[in-house]
């Protein structure tokens, strides 16, 4: 398997330590819920390339320690099997690492055998499970998740189904799970009584305990039924 190098043709374009006040403030927010768990589950949905989930792997291992590191499951999904095989392979070129701090490339990537390519470390490596996954099948990878991450998917559904997968990631998440999306993608109204706002420096949400239906427009008709 080839390194992935910038301008390659993908779908969902990313790269290492994106979006980094998002990411930091998701985990500082999370942190007091996990601290002491034997067991930490976080979702990122649509890892593209394995860039994203690497990033919260590195970002988790500083805050947490590498004792406590040992107890967190990453599960990286995507529905594009061939940009999983380069998160598997975790091989990158040095010219798609150059926005790792120097901390973490110390620390955290390792020379991978091949010119001008560095491999993500073992113990970041583990933490990280690939799973083959289509978010508009409307299930989760699983449940009882601390943490989700959703970037660069949720803009390519419309809005009857961007309204199911949060609904999919509320019921995933554990009670004050958290969910931190992109930017520019905003809570649907619909969906608004699933999650509170955090912080307004982000789209970072905490799951609420609800007992409605959630209600999802007919893209064709304009009428709202029960999802």
Request: proline residues 5%; glycine residues 6%.
């Amino acid at each position: 398997m080839k390194p992935w190098k910038p301008g390659a043709s993908r779908v969902a374009l990313t790269y290492f330590f994106r979006d980094l006040g998002s990411l930091e403030l998701a985990i500082s927010h999370v942190m007091p819920q996990i601290s002491g768990r034997s067991r930490i589950r976080v979702w990122d949905a649509g890892c593209a390339m394995g860039q994203e989930p690497f990033t919260l792997a590195m970002l988790l291992a500083e805050a947490l320690g590498p004792r406590m590191f040992g107890n967190v499951e990453i599960i990286a999904s995507d529905y594009d099997k061939s940009v999983i095989e380069v998160l598997d392979a975790a091989v990158y070129a040095d010219e798609e690492l150059q926005r790792v701090p120097e901390l973490y490339f110390k620390r955290y990537l390792e020379a991978s055998g091949s010119e001008g390519t560095h491999r993500v470390a073992e113990p970041i490596r583990k933490a990280v499970r690939s799973v083959h996954h289509d978010l508009l099948s409307f299930t989760p990878v699983c449940d009882r998740l601390s943490l989700i991450v959703c970037k660069n998917v949720l803009l390519h559904f419309n809005q009857a189904e961007r309204i199911k997968v949060f609904k999919v990631f509320h019921d995933a998440l554990e009670p004050q799970g958290l969910l931190v999306t992109e930017h520019t993608q905003k809570l649907p109204a619909e969906a608004g009584h699933l999650f509170s706002q955090v912080t307004p420096q982000c789209q970072l949400f905490c799951k609420t305990e609800v007992g409605a239906s959630i209600q999802v427009p007919n893209e064709s008709t304009g009428e709202r039924r029960n999802a």
